[in-house]
């Protein structure tokens, strides 16, 4: 990967629509040079996919929290990844150094439909207890969600 890819990736991410034309005169290359090198990040797995990104505001899910979820004795990753992956309004997970074993994102449309989320996680065997803090407002968000 040189600086002209991750030119093109900078640009994607922005807009994965964008046209390979928009992009080439960005980065300073034909289109058809543009197309080859996307062909080739997707390909190489550089770029694994391609996304639509919804408004939480406007498809309904606006109620967002930040969860830190603490387990009972070691619990592995994937047991974490198969537990997390069976509750839809789990957007973004991780496991994280520090007292808690992850750290979760959920989305729902209300606060009782958090709760419900959050009692999926909490009756997991393995899951000890959650600590949770709504969030208020965006301050940063590069990811576009």
Same mark, same amino acid.
């Given at each position: &990967? /040189?600086? !002209?890819?991750? *030119?093109?990736?900078? #640009? !994607?991410?922005?807009?994965?629509?964008? %046209?390979? $034309?928009?992009?080439?005169? @960005?980065? $300073?290359? %034909?289109?058809?040079?543009?197309?080859?090198?996307? =062909?080739? #990040?997707?390909? =190489?797995?550089?770029?694994? *996919? +391609?996304?639509?990104?919804? /408004?939480?505001?406007? =498809?309904? &899910?606006?109620? @967002?929290?930040?969860? @830190?979820? +603490?387990?009972?004795?070691?619990?592995?990753? /994937?047991?974490?990844?198969?537990?997390?992956?069976?509750?839809?309004?789990?957007?973004?997970? *991780?496991?994280?150094?520090?007292?808690?074993?992850?750290?979760?994102?959920?989305?729902?449309?209300?606060?009782?439909? #958090?709760?419900?989320? !959050?009692?999926?996680?909490?009756?997991?065997?393995?899951? /000890?207890?959650?600590?949770?803090?709504?969030? #208020? %407002?965006?301050?940063?968000?590069? %990811? $576009?969600?």
């Amino acid at each position: &990967m /040189d600086n !002209l890819d991750r *030119g093109i990736i900078d #640009l !994607l991410r922005q807009n994965a629509r964008a %046209s390979y $034309g928009d992009i080439g005169v @960005e980065v $300073g290359l %034909s289109a058809s040079a543009v197309k080859r090198r996307v =062909d080739r #990040l997707v390909a =190489d797995k550089v770029i694994r *996919g +391609f996304t639509v990104q919804v /408004d939480p505001n406007v =498809d309904g &899910m606006q109620t @967002e929290a930040y969860v @830190e979820l +603490f387990c009972r004795g070691t619990v592995a990753p /994937d047991e974490l990844r198969r537990i997390l992956q069976g509750v839809p309004e789990v957007v973004d997970a *991780g496991t994280v150094t520090g007292s808690a074993d992850a750290i979760v994102r959920i989305r729902s449309r209300d606060i009782p439909s #958090l709760e419900a989320a !959050l009692e999926k996680v909490r009756i997991a065997p393995n899951v /000890d207890h959650t600590r949770s803090a709504i969030i #208020l %407002s965006k301050l940063v968000n590069r %990811s $576009g969600d």
